[in-house]
């Protein structure tokens, strides 16, 4: 039977006019939550003046919540498949809009931890559930990724609105305020989500095996820790068994799924190549870029005096570039070929790093702009197609699962990312040479970060304040230099294991019968 006698025989519940209001309201539940992780950067200074954490309580107000929602994705994509897609996404918009309501008014550093923590509850409930439910809400393959590509835009967007937003609330507002703006449109996501998105889950699902829920929380956390620890404070014991313990929880938990009648996840998906490849390009992507964008937004503010909010802007470029790509990706891989777009996406966002390591001071922003929006066309081509790829290899009745998977690579790569290409930029950082007559005490801060350096900076004489902050300045770009040349390195070996690994695979093109 022909594409065109599927379509046509389609029955009319396959293309109810819903299903586009229901995406609407799915992509509000990514976007809050992807702009939810960038805007504490900019409200930290704030948040310090005002509760006063250590540095150790600063960090892991700042870490926390990428922990909680690393450690408890697979759960709750499996969760979903379970209870039910529509009904955790509801409880967790629910839970998200209390929270925030908790993170806005926290009086204390403790409390502050606490609250983020279980933001990080919350916000494990709507990723993998949006994903799976885009799965179940398309029955047509062409409609569905034109979906995923509204939906991973999404999230780009809200990665790159975070800062602006933020930026203008903390011009405006207190810093609770960036916490707040997460109610309204949660309240409408719970509204009308009620109304309009179809509850789907696995009819026969198992039970919720609670030691793997731990298994996979303890492993996932453990690892995470461990790679940030180490980054920031170097190999110690601390960090090695929690490194190790990581590990050996993540090696229990796969023997223990492979033993299980109805595992929490299914290692056999594994074992389709294109499931496999897609993971992999997602994990080492992320890993190669998510470096750069934290390092670049340090640049543009500290290196080139931009204020928060013009810094956000400036870094538009990519978002822009994220939502075109997304949304002519499915069409592109099916003109094409799934391998040609994926490759070609990871190409040039490797292209795009390696023009990076020319980069200085006085870099005028043509290069920059242009620099981002090829990272934003190449991440959006990749990552919908990868994203498509992953949750049609897959029964749909796993695809909270699948879906979680692909979320966990993401949350993986960004951690081992920042760790890994920022252990280059602070290693080259450290070495630059203090300016003579600068106090210990000061050279001592400066060395410590870029932004210690301007800080310190301003209790010293001109002079020495000019040329502590340029040496320090130098020497950051040096850093961020071999960091972009090293993340280049990764994504162009990632496009070459990409071309090979999703050789043959193709994207649904028979709408499919429930």
Known sequence: MSTLDRHAEAPQELRRPGRWVALAVLVLAVLLVAVDATVLGLATPFLTEDLKPSGTQLLWIGDVYSFVIAGLLVSMGSLGDRIGRKKLLLCGAIAFGAVSVLNAYASSPEMMIVARALLGVAGATLMPSTLALIRNLFHDPRERSLAIGIWGAMASAGAAVGPVVGGFLLEHFWWGSVFLINLPVMAVLVVVGFKMIPESKNPAPGPWDLPSVALSFIGMIGVVYAVKEMAAHGVGWGPAVAGLGGLAALGWFV???????????????????????????????????????????????????????EAGLAELPAAVGAVVAGLIAGRAARRYSVRSVVAGGLAAIGLALAAVTVIHKETGYPLLGATLLVVGLGAGFAFTVTADVILSSVPKEQAGAAGAVSETAYELGAALGIALLGSVVTGVYQTFPTPRGIPSGSAAAAHDSLGGAVEAAHGLPAGQAEALVSAAQESFVDGLRLAAAGGAAVLLATAVAAWFLLRGQKLEEGIEHP
């Not at 490849?277 to 640049?299: E, Y």
């Open 255 to 309: 023997r223990r799924q492979l033993t299980l009648p109805a595992p929490l996840l299914d290692m056999r998906l594994f074992h389709h190549r294109g499931f496999s490849g897609a993971v992999l390009a997602d994990l080492l992507t992320i890993l190669g870029l998510s470096g750069l964008v934290f390092f670049l937004s340090q640049f543009l503010q500290l290196v080139q005096d931009r204020r928060p909010l």
